[in-house]
């Protein structure tokens, strides 16, 4: 099926530091998504980007809407443990929505 | 109820077994989705079934998979004669608008052996 292409595949960080990752598609998206999934749980929605251009915040997370509607990256900053999951990237298509490949985030102490 | 319900939770079954998996959606949700992840992947879409509309089955990967879904309630998902690739988590989410994002639920992580 079709993915979007999020990268990195996976971080090792260490407590405090800054995150950045980044998701890519050939298709045009009227809204991107950013999930993050804790082992053995469903995806729980972070931020949701609605226009191109759009920079939001929630927290420590920041996302934003790329200009051309093909780009999204969302930012953690300071970094803590319970950070650590796996983070998707979503845009919408029609009434479905296609997910990325997935960020892998391990947190030091 | 208070969120997306998913059953059994885990399902370990012979290879050309069916199972049936389940999904409660949060009530009054009318849209509701069927996802695959494979070990390590994305989530790759299956099924969508939006109120009373034909449901959209796009994503099915072949004719063993099939849903059905009741009006606005629970969900089905039955896989027939199960193949090895078919062990992955299936997460089911629901939503009063998909412009919204949706809500999942814990997923039925099956194992074919």
């Known amino acids: 099926g079709q993915q979007l292409n999020q990268s990195p595949q996976s971080m090792f960080i260490q407590e405090g530091e800054d995150v950045s990752m980044n998701c890519t598609s050939s298709?045009?998206?009227?809204?991107w998504l950013w999930y993050k999934q804790d082992p053995g749980e469903g995806p729980v929605l972070l931020i949701a980007?609605?226009?191109?251009?759009e920079l939001t915040s929630n927290g420590r997370l920041t996302a934003q809407f790329g200009i051309t509607r093909k780009d999204s990256f969302l930012n953690i900053s300071a970094s803590i443990p319970s950070d650590v999951g796996i983070y998707f990237c979503?845009?919408?298509?029609?009434?479905?929505?296609?997910f990325g490949t997935g960020t892998r985030l391990q947190v030091f102490p | 109820g208070a969120g997306v319900s998913q059953s059994p939770s885990n399902k370990v079954t012979e290879k050309g077994k069916d199972v049936e998996l389940r999904c409660d959606p949060i009530s009054g949700h009318t849209a509701l989705y069927w996802y695959r992840q494979r070990l390590g992947q994305g989530l790759e879409f299956l099924i969508y079934f939006q109120g009373n509309s034909a449901p959209d089955k796009s994503g099915l990967p072949s004719d063993r998979f099939s849903a059905e879904r009741t009006g606005e309630s629970v969900s089905t998902l039955t896989i027939q004669r199960t193949q090895q690739e078919d062990s992955a988590v299936y997460l089911c989410?629901?939503?009063?608008?998909?412009?919204?994002?949706?809500?999942f639920g814990s997923g039925t992580r099956l194992t074919v052996v």
């Open positions: 979503a845009g919408q298509l029609a009434d479905k929505l296609i």
């Open positions: 298709s045009i998206f009227n809204t």
């Open positions: 989410a629901s939503s009063s608008s998909s412009f919204y994002g949706y809500t």
């Open positions: 980007l609605y226009k191109a251009g």
